[in-house]
């Protein structure tokens, strides 16, 4: 089994956590949850995690404050099921042997958010249940195993289309495990299927497939995303819950670049002392605009609405540093633009919230000029969560890259730092 151990540490409001699945030696990614209340999430950079020998660590940033957490990890058993690279680990096969076919990768569609490529399949001699097949993955007898992901055909079929599970022992065929088939997949739109069963006696390995439950007519291609195999015992929790302490205090982060995390204290009374510290002050009023209009009729005293959603609320934010470095923390905080992340105790009564800054408002709070003191002022609408992966994390070092296995190898193959961050570096 696989190991998921965090690490609190309080002083900088994250969860540090240690992903160890050498018990499946083959394993080259992860997905990475945080539990709370009952809720998955996906943590950032996560979905999936790159594994370097088997093994990562990762850093929970946005983690809520004060409430138990419980982390989650599952591994698949497929070395590929998001073709972003290639699709050199499927064939194409079929029903009967020797009628040919395609499987290639494609830009042509792929899931939204998903990378940009996925899996074609075309069955060019009209083969009843022709599929694309993952490589041979090895199976124990009695185990469940799933196979999950997306299946697509631009073109309207109503012959079916579903996920399968296939037995092997050695490369001789036992049985098929098929998923509920959808007779009528909705033209042009990634749809999801699942299918679970069970080893059964004498199977030594299995394959995942997407497949066509009927005959096909030629070239009808089908697209195939994020299908994975897994299996629960490729899925630990960690341990035992744990507790990021606000310890009276909150954060202010900036999720895509964490180095410039600032924690926020709650003493209002800033004097001219130099010592360190970042204070909130407080938020403003919130403003929750409409989205709406009247259009006005001629001759008539009432116009016509026509309205949508009310948007998120609209305030500020104000915060006093008392030192130098305290400000010019505060200054990198803001200086990438991205959306922000304001954590503060339940007991001020203001959830987590992501929040896109407008302008940055620097005062003095006093003409002395040799007084470091300052004030920020910083208007916000509240927004949903960024995407994208965060600066100096997993997956951006020489290590991550799990073709090398020291950094001299990575050296000897003339890879450089500017490679790696890019991310041109070959895994």
């Not at 190991?3 to 997905?31: C, M, Q, Y």
């Not at 209340?37 to 088997?54: K, Q």
Request: glycine share 8%; aromatic share 10%; with cysteine.
């Amino acid at each position: 089994m696989g190991t998921i151990t965090p690490f609190v540490s309080a002083t900088n409001g994250h969860a540090r956590l240690e992903i160890d699945w050498t018990s499946h030696p083959s394993s080259g990614k992860a997905w990475v949850w945080r539990l709370v209340d009952g809720v998955l999430t996906p943590l950032r950079d996560t979905d999936l995690l790159l594994l370097s020998h088997a093994k990562a660590v990762i850093y929970d940033v946005e983690a809520p404050l004060d409430v138990p957490i419980r982390y989650r990890t599952t591994t698949p058993l497929n070395t590929n099921g998001s073709f972003e690279e290639t699709v050199d680990q499927w064939v194409f096969s079929a029903a009967n042997t020797g009628t040919n076919g395609t499987v290639t990768q494609s830009t042509d569609y792929y899931l939204s958010g998903r990378g940009n490529a996925s899996l074609k399949l075309i069955n060019s001699g009209a083969a009843a249940e022709s599929r694309a097949s993952s490589e041979f993955i090895p199976v124990t007898v009695g185990v469940s195993y799933t196979a999950s992901g997306y299946l697509m055909v631009p073109t309207a079929w109503s012959g079916g289309l579903y996920v399968q599970l296939r037995w092997y022992n050695g490369t001789s065929l036992l049985s098929t495990t098929s998923g509920t088939a959808n007779l009528w997949p909705a033209v042009g739109k990634w749809e999801f299927y699942t299918v679970t069963g069970t080893a059964p006696a004498t199977a030594t390995q299995m394959r995942i497939a997407g497949a066509f439950a009927g005959t096909p007519p030629l070239n009808i291609p089908l697209y195939v995303d994020e299908l994975w195999g897994t299996t629960p015992l490729g899925t630990v929790d960690a341990s035992s819950d744990v507790v990021i302490p606000s310890d009276g205090g909150g954060w202010w982060k900036d999720p895509l670049h964490p180095a410039t995390n600032v924690r926020l204290s709650f003493d209002v009374d800033v004097d001219c002392i130099p010592t360190a510290g970042t204070f909130l002050l407080g938020l403003t009023e919130k403003t929750f605009p409409d989205d709406s209009a009247i259009q006005e009729i001629t001759d008539s005293p009432e116009g016509i609405a026509t309205w949508s959603r009310r948007k998120s609320h609209r305030s500020s934010v104000q915060v006093a540093t008392r030192a130098q470095p305290d400000r010019d923390q505060m200054r990198a905080l803001h200086s990438s633009g991205a959306p922000l992340f304001l954590q503060l105790p339940a007991q001020y009564g203001e959830a987590d919230k992501y929040m896109q800054c407008g302008e940055l408002i620097e005062s003095r709070i006093t003409q002395d000029h040799r007084i470091p003191a300052r004030v920020f002022r910083v208007p916000y609408a509240r927004v949903l969560q960024p995407t994208g992966p965060a600066d100096g994390v997993y997956g951006t070092r020489y290590s991550d890259l799990d073709k090398y296995a020291t950094f001299g190898a990575a050296n000897a193959a003339g890879i450089t730092w500017v490679d790696v961050l890019q991310g041109e570096a070959t895994l």
